[in-house]
Nanobody
Framework: EVRLVESGGGLVQAGGSLRLSCAAS????????IGWFRQAPGKEYEGVSC????????YVADSVKGRFTISSDNAKNTVYLQMNSLKPEDTAVYYC???????????????????WGQGTQVTVSS
């Protein structure tokens, strides 16, 4: 059974940083891509970033490019999302999700991902 657990969310002032973690079990990052999505109140899911070690592919949304960085630690089976220069518009619940044998790109969709974590709240105050 695939299980994803996010951590690292919280309240931060604008311009601050947070690092989200997505600890995965029941899968190997060699074969599964991990995506980060966020959902603000009243809005649809937004793809933030994605990493696929199998295809050496990463994706970062234009809205966070230059501020957010995705990385993985295969030994810990964990994917990280380093978020710097946070803005109030980054406030959302952040989810990580997994899918087998997937190339990360701008054409990704939440519908492609088969396993989801419970989410972690990120709040950026102005």
């Amino acid at each position: 059974e695939v299980r994803l657990v996010e951590s690292g969310g919280g309240l931060v002032q604008a311009g601050g940083s947070l690092r989200l973690s997505c600890a995965a079990s029941g899968l190997t990052l060699d074969n599964f891509a991990i995506g980060w999505f966020r959902q603000a109140p009243g809005k649809e899911y937004e793809g933030v970033s994605c990493i696929s070690n199998k295809y050496s592919s990463t994706y970062v949304a234009d809205s966070v490019k230059g501020r957010f960085t995705i990385s993985s630690d295969n030994a810990k089976n964990t994917v990280y999302l380093q978020m710097n220069s946070l803005k109030p518009e980054d406030t959302a619940v952040y989810y990580c999700a997994a899918v087998w044998d997937y190339y990360c790109s701008a054409y990704g969709s939440p519908d492609h991902f088969t396993s989801w974590g419970q989410g972690t709240q990120v709040t950026v105050s102005s």
